[in-house]
């Protein structure tokens, strides 16, 4: 890439972060597959056939059981825990795929279809990124109250991670409650616009010297701050967080020049996610990065002739290997 071409918009799924534990030679933790999923979610050993794990999360949220969606959600905080200070360059991580990655690109804009925070937690150790305004909208976070100087930060994030599917680590606060002065009564009111607190729960520490927000209106657990895993995520997709982001989004795709798709198998089920933002951009190159590229290629320039797509067959980890070639 012309280092002094623009920044490609990048854009994130699963297979991006399929490598990090071995690249932090992390042995017991990863982060979740299909396979993980099904057996630590729902304990079974293999899906039935016809049968995905979007239905089975579907399944549960209609029984009401909230246990396989808070594992998921555990899982994911953990890896980000045990893996994400070993890749770290602040936190002593000489060279790693993802530093070179973040360097050898430095994206503007990075979109994400991940729940987890391995991206914003690389880029934080980088300097590039910080809370307020790194998920691409007004964020309200606490730094400790008790720091004796200044810690070393960035004044804004030169990367913005644009969470398509919500994030474990903030949640909306859309309304207020307003005492009423001549009564013993309280209202609730509607927020003109909702206010977005970050709350990284159990990942606190990888974020220091932000802290946790105290809870405030609107607060929910981390497991209701997503979009559930289901084959219809319409529902989710109306909340006021998934709403800002999946707008973001469309704008940076379509004043993009360029496209690169690492790690993301465009799952039919993801589909209302996913096709707007592909109606959106304007004839820019697309290149995805996966192993199984070549076939996805033939599929996506079928449904997005306008856009050129190209394909790269490799792992995020042997891309990286290679240079990070585009062609």
Known sequence: MNPRSPAPVVIIGAGFNVDAAEEARVSDRRYPLVADLASRCF???TLLPGQSIEDLFADAI????REPIKLLCDLLMEADYYITPKLRPDMGSVENSYIAFFRHFAPSILITFNYDSLAELMLFGMQRWRPEDGYGVPVEAELNRHLMTPPTLPDRSATIVLHQHGSLCLYPSEYRIRPDPNARTSWVELKAEADFIFD????????WPFERTLPTTGYDRIEGRIIAPVPDK???????FAAAMAKKAREAVRSAHELIVIGYRFNPLDKQ???PLFRAAKGSPVTLVQPDATVLQERLQAEYSSLEWRALPLSFQTW???????S
Request: hydrophobic share 20%; with cysteine; proline share 6%.
């Open 62 to 65: 209609r029984e009401k059981r």
């Open 320 to 326: 990286a290997g290679s240079g990070f070639p585009l």
């Open 200 to 207: 990284p729960d159990s990942i606190t520490r990888c974020f």
């Open 273 to 275: 996610s996913y096709d």
């Open 43 to 45: 304990n079974l050993s």
């Open 234 to 240: 319409s529902e989710g997709r109306k909340g006021a």
